[in-house]
């Protein structure tokens, strides 16, 4: 009985750990990005490289060592984040599930991806 129920716990955590939670290539990306509702887009990078282009839409808050008390800039609802390469914006997106952000997509590869994809950069 007691094995049966872990069983059970450890689906539960399973499957509610990866509800709204994901990494996506960038057509995916791009897909569920149009297709949310209320979607909040999200650069991680710096204002130097977000000046050589960014994702139309974007909105910008630096991931550093502060990124945690900055969080309350972010509105709670979905979040789609994305920086150069990947790794930072997998940080932020930790950060912010942490803090209660239930649905976090990351775009694999970054922005980096996203060009080499061909998609749009303002």
Do not use: H
Request: one cysteine or more; a positive charge.
């Amino acid at each position: 009985m007691k094995s049966k129920i872990l069983v059970v716990f450890a689906l539960l955590v399973a499957c509610a750990g990866s509800q709204g939670q994901a990494v996506l290539s960038p057509k995916e990306f791009q897909k569920k990005l149009s297709e949310t509702k209320n979607a909040f887009l999200l650069d991680v990078r710096t204002p130097e490289e977000v000046a050589n282009g960014k994702i139309e839409g974007a909105s910008n808050v630096v991931f550093d060592d502060q990124f945690a008390s900055k969080t309350s800039l972010i509105p709670k609802q979905p979040i789609f984040i994305y920086c150069a390469g990947g790794v930072r914006s997998a940080k932020a997106a930790k950060i912010l599930r942490s803090n209660g952000y239930t649905q976090v997509f990351e775009l694999e590869g970054g922005l980096n991806a996203w060009k080499e994809a061909k998609l749009p950069v303002r």
